[in-house]
């Protein structure tokens, strides 16, 4: 039996990569911190927040993402969207990722059981 | 308005850069808000509510760190083994040799034993500071991030694969220093003792006498010794001819030993007179009884455990 701690910490490993990928696909459609993070844990990322606010901003550093302040709503939001930048840079990944699954469904297929 | 969010993001933001802080606390409090707000339009009541979420978001300084992009650790793996070969090689052999060095230039002033005391002293404030010195020097240029040219790792840097040694360093090291402290014991009883005669003039222990001929002598079997463990560390395992000559020097130190104590021409005759317990012929009898028994003693365990060890090693 697998102890409970180490399949964390491997699935752990093994989903840390695609939060930016599913943040940079969700914000194709422009999108604030709280909304984003109910989106994506809709769709099957569960993501902390203290793990998606800092990771926001330095996607924008990075010039992954533009921002713009929304201040007609109760509160101010900083909406985020993906950058032309941030487009070609998920394609390469979405691409990798694509190529992952292809490997492993192979690997599976060679290795007999 | 000192509200738990309030003091949760003047925790966060105190260690985030300052030309980001106010974005950065505007969006945070938005998000706040917004995570509260999820969770009373759910049915919770406010208070709990806040208290669950800044719970959620966790340690602020941890928070923090990340929205500075700042690492966790105070020397990363990047630089820790450069880190620790520096540590081991420098604590290797400065502390020893400083104090050394204060124990000696101590000596000289004439402390006698009392030097060893500011040599061990110096010894260990000089492996804080170093250790303290190189740890700040890392932790600097981790954060930094100052691109060190780090050689890259190649095969030919591999050492030898270590040789099972018969003779390990440590016991050898160990030896030689027990032999030069007797060495430097038999010239420094001579000229401080803790015996001092009723104006003061200092007492040697041993009979000055014995300086005509036997303690040098002595002190020659002592440094034939010290050469003896060197070479038989270089031939790194015990074999026959080494524990003869190992037989020859424990016997040429311990018999002559054995038999000044037991005739009772070790001790200064001086002490008899300042020291009432050494007068009684029946105490200096026992003592020098007890010293020749002891030396036998040790010299027939020491040739034992090196018979063993011999037959181990050469057998092999």
Known sequence: MVSEDVLRTHLQELRRGTVVVASLVALRRPDYGYALLQRLSDHGFPVDANTLYPLLRRLEDQGLLTSEWNTEESRPRKFYRTSDEGESMLNRLLDDLAAVQTSITGLIQGVER | MNTLTDRYLAATLRSVPTQRRDEIATELRASIDDMIEGRTDGGQDAATAEREVLTELGNPDVLAARYADRRLQLIGPTYYLLWL?????????????????????????????????????????VAVQIAFWLTVTFAIIERTQTAVDLPEWTVDQLPDAPARRGIPLADTIASVIMLVLTIAYLPLQHYHSWVSGTDGENIAILDPALWSFWLPALIGVLALSVIFEVVKYRIDRWTWALFGTKVLLDLAFAVPLAWLALSDRLLNPALAKRLSWVAEAENREGLGLAIAVGAAAIVVWD??????????????
């Open chain 2, 85 to 125: 070969r520096l540590l081991k090689l420098l604590l290797s052999f400065i502390p020893a040799l400083v104090g050394t060095i204060v124990t000696v230039v101590e000596a000289a002033e004439g402390k006698g034993f009392g030097a060893i005391g500011p040599g061990i002293v110096a010894a260990m404030q």
């Open chain 2, 303 to 316: 040739l034992i455990d090196t018979a063993r060890k011999t037959r181990q090693q050469t057998t092999a």
